[in-house]
C-alpha cells in the first residue's frame, strides 16, 4: 500500500493506542475472567484517514455469565458504554467488522468451553446491529452506514463526481481491507509486469465538474485498486459496519485537517439541526464545553501479557491457562489478576522443587547453586534437613547449597512510580550502551548498566530467564525494542533479535488475520454459486 502510493500521500505509519477491556464476575465467590474486547483508538495525533476514529480489533466471551438471559444485554452495555467514552473524548466514528472465528482459532480466550456453539455469520451481524440500534435510542450513536456504502459508492460534491479513492479508507490493523488491499495490489503487480505496457491507459484521480458539463477532466480513470476492492465487499457489506458517533460536519472538518480545537458541543447541535437530523435526548442538555483532545484522562495501565492478543493467547498457552471448564476458569483468571497487580512477578511461575506445585504466595526459597531449583514454604525445612530424603530419595538435596528467601507478596512500588523508573532506566540503557567514557562517565549509575549488560554477554547459565540479574536486563532490553524507532540495526545488545522476535509474533497475528479474511471470501463464494444454481 504505501509503496504504491506513497507518492500521493499515503502516510508511512498510523500512531495508535491499544486497549484491552475485560469483564469480571464473581462465581461461586471466586472472580472469573468472561468477556474481553480488544480496540483501537486513533486520535488527534495520527494522519488521516484514521484520525479520530476507532476500531473494534477483537471480541471474545466464555458462556459461564450467570444468570444466562442477561449475558447478551451485559456485553451490548459494555460497548455502548465504550462508545459513550470515546464520543466524549471527541472521536467521531467507530468501525466494526462483524467476522466469527474460523474453526480452531481462538480470538481471545485460550480453550474455549467445547459445548459453546460459535455464532453464524447472519447470528453475528443481527447481534451487532441489535447493539447499534439500543444505542441509537440511547443517543449514544448518531446513525449506522458500511464501508460499501461510505467510500463505494459514487457521489457528487460541489466539485463534481468523487471518484473513490483508497487513501480515503481508514486503514486499521488486522482488518479486511489492509490485508486484501495487499493481496490486490500483488496482483495488479504481477498483472502489469506479465502484459506489455499500454501508454493510453488514464491516470487515476478526482474528476471536476458534472456529468453534464465536466469542464476541466482531471485523472478521470477508476483506480483498480477501489474497482477490485469493491467488487470483494459488496455482497458482504453488512459485516463492515461504520458507526457515525459525531455530525459528519466534524468528521469532515477532521479529515480535511482543520484545526477542531474550539468546536463546541453547540456546534454540534446546530450542524445536526442544519442536516435535519433528530437530535438525540442526551445531547439536548449537553453543554457548551469544548470537544475533547481524544486524550485520555484515565492512568494508563500497561500490562505485557495483554498488550495484544497474540500476547495475550501465547501467554495463556504457555502456562496452560484453559477457559474450557468453569474451575480452569477460575483458576486461570486468579492468575491474571495475580500477574496484573504484581507486573514485576515473573509470568511463568515456578513451581517447588518437591511437590510441584506452582508457589503464588508466602516465601519462595530459590537455590542459589541450582539454575532452576525452588521449594515452597511447607516444603522448605523438610528438604534442606534431610527428613524427607530419609523416606523418598527424591526429596534429596545437596545440604552445602545455600538458599535465598523470596516475598512473593511483596507489593513493591506503585504503576506511577514503576512507569517513571522504566524510563529513567530505558534512557540509562540507550546512554550506557553509546557511552565510551573511560574509565568511568560521570553520568550517574552509568557504570553500573555497563556491568549490567556486561554481565549479561558472560553469564554461565544457559537459561537467562533463571537468572536474576539477567531476567531484569532482558526485561529492560525487551520494553527498548518494543519502543526502538531506528530503522536499520540498532547497537542496543539484543534489540535487533528481539525485534525479529516481535516480527515473527505479528507475522503469526496476520496469518490469523489472513485466516479470518480467507474464511470471509469463502463464504461469499459459496453464497454467489448458491446464487447462480437458484438462477439455473
Request: positive net charge; glycine residues 6%; hydrophobic residues 30%.
Amino acid at each position: 500500500m504505501y509503496g504504491k502510493f506513497s507518492k500521493r500521500g499515503c502516510p508511512s505509519e498510523y500512531p495508535v493506542t491499544s486497549k484491552c477491556i475485560l469483564l469480571f464476575q464473581t462465581i461461586h465467590g471466586v472472580d472469573v475472567l468472561l468477556f474481553g474486547m480488544y480496540v483501537y483508538e486513533y486520535g488527534q495525533d495520527c494522519p488521516a484517514p484514521n484520525r479520530r476514529r476507532v476500531y473494534i480489533s477483537y471480541l471474545d466471551s466464555v458462556h459461564y455469565f450467570q444468570p444466562k438471559r442477561y449475558r447478551t444485554h451485559a456485553y451490548h452495555s459494555i460497548l455502548i458504554g465504550y462508545f459513550r467514552h470515546v464520543k466524549a473524548r471527541g472521536f467521531h466514528t467507530a468501525h466494526i467488522w462483524s467476522c466469527p472465528p474460523a474453526k480452531g482459532d481462538d480470538y481471545v480466550f485460550y480453550c474455549r468451553p467445547a459445548q459453546q456453539r460459535t455464532p453464524s455469520d447472519e447470528m453475528l451481524c443481527a447481534w451487532y446491529q441489535s447493539m447499534l440500534d439500543k444505542a441509537k435510542g440511547e443517543g449514544v450513536v448518531l446513525s449506522t452506514s458500511t464501508l460499501y456504502d461510505e467510500y463505494f459508492r459514487e457521489k457528487t460534491s460541489s466539485k463534481g463526481m468523487e471518484v473513490m479513492d483508497p487513501l480515503r479508507l481508514p486503514y486499521f490493523e488486522g482488518d479486511y481491507i489492509p490485508g486484501e488491499i495487499e493481496n490486490i495490489i500483488k496482483e495488479l503487480n504481477n498483472l502489469e509486469e506479465s502484459a506489455p505496457k499500454d501508454t493510453s491507459e488514464k491516470p487515476v484521480g478526482n474528476k471536476l465538474g458534472t456529468r453534464s458539463n465536466p469542464g476541466q477532466l482531471v485523472n478521470i480513470g477508476q483506480d483498480k485498486v477501489m474497482l477490485k476492492l469493491g467488487q470483494s465487499i459488496k455482497s458482504m457489506k453488512q459485516n463492515f459496519l461504520v458507526v457515525h458517533l459525531r455530525s459528519r460536519s466534524f468528521a469532515a472538518a477532521v479529515e480535511r485537517g482543520d484545526d477542531v480545537s474550539n468546536w463546541t458541543e453547540e456546534d454540534e447541535r446546530r450542524h445536526l439541526k442544519s442536516r435535519s437530523s433528530p437530535v438525540p435526548s442526551s445531547q439536548t442538555s449537553i453543554d457548551t464545553g469544548l470537544v475533547a483532545d481524544t486524550k485520555d484522562k484515565d492512568p494508563i495501565r500497561e500490562s505485557e501479557s495483554f498488550d495484544t492478543r497474540q500476547l495475550f493467547l501465547t501467554y495463556c498457552q504457555g502456562n496452560h491457562y484453559q477457559f474450557d471448564q468453569l474451575r480452569r476458569a477460575k483458576h486461570t483468571t486468579m492468575m491474571i489478576l495475580y500477574h496484573l497487580h504484581n507486573p514485576t512477578a515473573p509470568k511463568i511461575m515456578q513451581q517447588c522443587g518437591s511437590c510441584y506445585r506452582e508457589i503464588t504466595h508466602g516465601i519462595r526459597y530459590h537455590c542459589q547453586n541450582c539454575s532452576n531449583f525452588d521449594l515452597c514454604q511447607e516444603c522448605y525445612k523438610p528438604v534442606i534437613t534431610g527428613l524427607w530424603a530419609q523416606r523418598d530419595t527424591r526429596f534429596a538435596h545437596d545440604k552445602s547449597h545455600g538458599f535465598k528467601p523470596i516475598d512473593m507478596e511483596s507489593r513493591g512500588e506503585s504503576h506511577e512510580e514503576r512507569a517513571r523508573n522504566i524510563n529513567e532506566h530505558l534512557k540509562l540503557l540507550v546512554h550506557a550502551s553509546n557511552c565510551t567514557v573511560k574509565p568511568r562517565c560521570k553520568v550517574n549509575s552509568c557504570y553500573q548498566m555497563k556491568q549490567l549488560i556486561q554481565h549479561l554477554k558472560t553469564c554461565s547459565i544457559t537459561q537467562k530467564n533463571t537468572c536474576t540479574v539477567c531476567r531484569r536486563v532482558l526485561s529492560l532490553l525487551s520494553m527498548h525494542a518494543k519502543q526502538c524507532t531506528v530503522r536499520g540495526p540498532c547497537n542496543i545488545l539484543f534489540c535487533d533479535r528481539i525485534r525479529e522476535r516481535n516480527k515473527r509474533l505479528r507475522q503469526q497475528q496476520q496469518l490469523i488475520d489472513d485466516r479470518r479474511r480467507e474464511a470471509q471470501n469463502k463464504l461469499l463464494r459459496f453464497a454467489r454459486s448458491n446464487a447462480v444454481e437458484d438462477m439455473k
